[in-house]
């Protein structure tokens, strides 16, 4: 993506603003992030002196702090592209799709974009959760699209068959199978004649 003076270009001129309310909010998550990164280690009880009367300190939780800033990222990052939608839905239908796409890419990054083939297969088959499935699913089903199809291949690789050649193997192919005369089994729940 190109930047010029901080607007995204991929934004039309008419969604510059949305471009920089983006790129605010990703900046914000930076700095989330790096509060995520300095969050301090579980505190221990310690002996102290606790008169009477005077309340029990409280004892930090680092996987508490941690899963309520991921909160707040996960929020800001739900208003701003709900923002985002509120803007474009009066756009015509090209537009609004190209705004709501570079917003989602630039608020919730495919990882799997920039991964080469080998890696994609190493996470073919491992559990994932919903988010990191619907983009591994994305890439690959954009990877298919690129690669040529094999039945094209193939097709072009043999001859064709004549006419006569055609109607022959159709003459000679059986389409009735044997039937057997079983009558099929009834359930215990049918009804008896």
Do not use: C, W
């Not at 190209?98 to 890696?119: G, H």
């Not at 055609?166 to 089994?185: C, I, M, N």
């Amino acid at each position: 993506m190109e930047k010029k003076n901080g607007e995204d270009k991929n934004y039309p001129a008419e969604y510059a603003h949305l471009g920089r309310k983006v790129a605010a909010t990703k900046e914000r998550i930076q700095q989330l992030d790096q509060q995520i990164q300095s969050v301090p280690q579980n505190s221990k009880p310690a002996p102290r002196l606790q008169p009477p009367g005077f309340t029990q300190p409280r004892y930090f939780n680092r996987e508490r702090t941690i899963g309520s800033i991921e909160q707040q990222k996960a929020d800001l990052k739900a208003d701003t592209f709900t923002q985002v939608e509120q803007e474009v839905r009066e756009a015509d239908a090209k537009t609004a799709r190209q705004v709501r796409d570079v917003a989602r890419e630039s608020l919730y990054p495919n990882p799997f974009k920039r991964m080469d083939a080998k890696e994609k297969n190493s996470y073919h088959s491992k559990p994932k959760d919903m988010e990191r499935s619907q983009d591994y699913m994305d890439t690959m089903f954009k990877a298919s699209k690129t690669e040529p199809k094999k039945e094209e291949q193939t097709k072009a690789d043999t001859k064709p068959i004549s006419m006569s050649m055609r109607f022959s193997q159709s003459l000679s192919y059986s389409k009735v199978g044997e039937k057997t005369d079983k009558s099929p089994d009834r359930g215990k729940d049918m009804e008896r004649d």
